[in-house]
């Protein structure tokens, strides 16, 4: 199992201020396996995806796949696919965006768009009613096998919770897609969730790894927070080695 540091981890203000290949440089020095760039903290896309050139193992996307009208957003897949390439990033890391009933026809221009590519198309469930319930996910699963497509989810743990579903139902009900797992904790705010290291969650993290496959990438995606902040990456990587040990 690689173990991963999504860089949005270390928040704004400090990717703000050092920006994306300083973390990646940090992210190595606690012992991650790699880090997931990500396009929406990129400041200068050109320089910096040149810089982070052969550093990464996944380029995440903040764009979705399909449109709110339920169009296919080709070239929103071709920039997410450009970015993966210069970085040569194998995995490129999307939400499915406006994906709907109408969206089914699509289905077959998207299997030509990726036939033969470097970069493996990863879905994630986001936050949001059309691509972050069990139900988009599984309507969405399901009508890419129809069509002849074989693409892999990244099981983000706690985004479930914003749209009030179970991260372990989920988890039971789509393992066999799983091929990335973004761990993160949760806890509920007044008004809001917010996410947190795994020990401080109120979900049944351990739970939810021991359904999920184990020989597949895990990234943290919570925040990173501390005086120290090589250490404190140190110990999180520490937490995940040791829950996946003993699930």
Not at 146 to 156: H, I, K, P, V
Not at 171 to 195: E, I
Request: with cysteine; charged share 20%.
């Amino acid at each position: 199992m690689k173990l991963l540091i999504s860089l949005s981890s270390f928040g704004a203000a400090e990717v703000g201020r050092h920006g994306q290949l300083w973390c990646t440089d940090l992210a190595r020095e606690a012992g991650a396996d790699g880090v997931e760039v990500r396009g929406e903290m990129l400041r200068d896309p050109v320089n910096e995806l040149a810089a982070l050139a052969g550093r990464a193992a996944v380029f995440s996307s903040p764009e979705g796949l399909w449109t709110v009208d339920g169009t296919l957003d080709e070239a929103a897949l071709a920039r997410g696919m450009s970015a993966a390439r210069v970085l040569g990033a194998p995995r490129l890391k999307m939400a499915i965006g406006g994906f709907g009933t109408a969206s089914h026809g699509s289905l077959a221009r998207l299997k030509e768009l990726l036939v033969g590519g470097p970069v493996e198309l990863v879905i994630e469930n986001d936050q949001t009613a059309t691509a972050g319930t069990l139900s988009a996910m599984t309507a969405f699963f399901d009508a890419q096998e129809r069509a002849g497509l074989d693409l892999g989810m990244t099981f983000d743990m706690g985004n479930w919770h914003w749209q009030g579903e179970c991260p372990l139902q989920a988890a039971q009900a789509l393992a066999h897609r799983v091929r990335y797992v973004h761990c993160k904790g949760v806890q509920r705010l007044p008004g809001k969730w917010v996410a947190v290291p795994l020990a401080d969650s109120v979900a049944p993290w351990r739970a939810i790894l021991r359904v999920l496959p184990a020989d597949v990438p895990h990234a943290i995606e919570y925040p990173l927070i501390g005086d120290d902040l090589a250490a404190v990456t140190r110990a999180q990587l520490a937490v995940i080695r040791d829950a996946r040990r003993h699930a």
